[in-house]
């Protein structure tokens, strides 16, 4: 009796599926869509938009990248710990995003919830304009 040839699928961690991925996010340098990410990440066989659904969850549960709302876009998270919620400021010109944390800010918004009678489910700050860069040095 010949022995049937099966084909084998190697399935990959979590763990090493989100290695993957949020290395992929490092590499690219500016935000990216799930579906802009899974074409970086196909070759290492991550192609479906679940998988990477999942994993940018867990990344983000685990502090190690962030959703940008207003661009329905994820980027790699630049400092290991935060000290409030995060703040984006992305240029409208060239698409660079700035990522820094303000207590000041994060307190300042859940004060103005507390007193509105608002319960906050999440936070996300966003500044849109643009960069030093593109502004120019008469407009900084």
């Not at 990410?37 to 999942?54: D, H």
């Amino acid at each position: 009796m010949a022995q049937s040839q099966r084909k084998t699928s190697r399935r990959r961690s979590a763990a090493d599926q989100d290695k993957i991925i949020v290395e992929a996010l490092r590499g690219v340098g500016r935000p990216v869509s799930a579906y802009e990410l899974i074409e970086q990440v196909r070759e290492k066989g991550v192609t479906a938009p679940p998988t990477i659904y999942r994993a940018l969850q867990r990344l983000i549960d685990d502090g190690l990248a962030h959703r940008l709302e207003s661009l329905n876009a994820f980027v790699a998270c630049n400092h290991p710990r935060h000290h409030g919620k995060v703040v984006f400021a992305i240029c409208d010109a060239c698409g660079a995003v700035e990522e820094f944390d303000s207590p000041a800010a994060e307190k300042a918004l859940r004060l103005w919830a507390k007193r509105a009678a608002f319960h906050v489910r999440s936070m996300t700050l966003e500044l849109r304009g643009q960069c030093a860069t593109c502004a120019g040095p008469n407009d900084a």
